[in-house]
Nanobody, 116 residues
Framework: QVQVVESGGGLVQPGGSLRLSCAAS????????MGWYRQAPGKQRELVAI???????NYLDSVEGRFTVSRDNAKKTVSLQMNSLKPEDTAVYYC??????????WGQGTQVTVSS
């Protein structure tokens, strides 16, 4: 059974930091591209950051330089370090494990709220 579980969300003031973690089980983790997505109220889900099996990364323009994605294949985890947070980063953040269309798994999401 595949499980993708996010943790680390919460309430933080503007300018603050949070670190999200995602643990995956039931898959050969090293073969999957891992992604972080977010969805704010009334908006479509958007890709925030991805890290490939070769550890290449790509970021949403608005988070470039503030967010860092990393993975630990031995622990089967992927993390998203978020610095200099802004109110517009408020959203539910989702972890995604993707290998191909038939092998695409999502976590349940974790809420990040940036507010004073």
């Amino acid at each position: 059974q595949v499980q993708v579980v996010e943790s680390g969300g919460g309430l933080v003031q503007p300018g603050g930091s949070l670190r999200l973690s995602c643990a995956a089980s039931g898959i050969t983790f090293s073969l999957y591209t891992m992604g972080w997505y977010r969805q704010a109220p009334g908006k479509q889900r958007e890709l925030v950051a991805i890290i490939t099996t070769g550890h290449s990364t790509n970021y949403l323009d608005s988070v470039e330089g503030r967010f860092t994605v990393s993975r630990d294949n031995a622990k089967k985890t992927v993390s998203l370090q978020m610095n200099s947070l802004k109110p517009e980063d408020t959203a539910v953040y989702y972890c995604n494990a993707h290998r191909r269309v038939q092998l695409d798994f999502w976590g349940q999401g974790t809420q990040v709220t940036v507010s004073s």
